[in-house]
């Protein structure tokens, strides 16, 4: 089993940028597929952004892209999620999530550990 804990949320004005991290502990992290997932007041749990065990496949829901990278250092057990040019509309409650083996997947199902969140806010 593996432990998830995100840091880096907090209030950004629209067009700023926060970058989250995700660490991990409790199991060899690059045996780990792993995901961002975010989830708005009153609206359901969405796709963010994804990325392979070693790194060199990422992809991100369309909402997102161009704007958030996700990357890994599998040194430091630790997930990324940069984002930029945030919007009103990026505010949620963040979670990292993993996935043992090489998932590449934007289902929630799918990832069997989940860390608690993290709060975004944008300002508009």
């Known amino acids: 089993q593996v432990q998830l804990v995100e840091s880096g949320g907090g209030l950004v004005q629209a067009g700023g940028s926060l970058r989250l991290s995700c660490a991990a502990s409790g199991r060899t992290f690059s045996n780990y597929a792993m995901g961002w997932f975010r989830q708005a007041p009153g609206k359901d749990r969405e796709f963010v952004t994804g990325?392979?065990?070693?790194?060199?496949?990422?992809y991100s829901a369309s909402s997102v892209k161009g704007r958030f990278i996700t990357s890994r250092d599998n040194a430091k057990n630790t997930v990324y999620l940069q984002m930029n040019s945030l919007k009103p509309e990026d505010t949620a409650v963040y979670y990292c999530?993993?996935?043992?083996?090489?998932?590449?997947?934007?289902?929630?199902?799918?990832?069997?550990?989940w860390g608690q969140g993290t709060q975004v806010t944008v300002s508009s």
């Open positions: 999530a993993a996935a043992a083996g090489d998932l590449q997947s934007g289902l929630s199902d799918e990832y069997p550990y």
């Open positions: 990325i392979n065990w070693d790194g060199s496949n990422t």
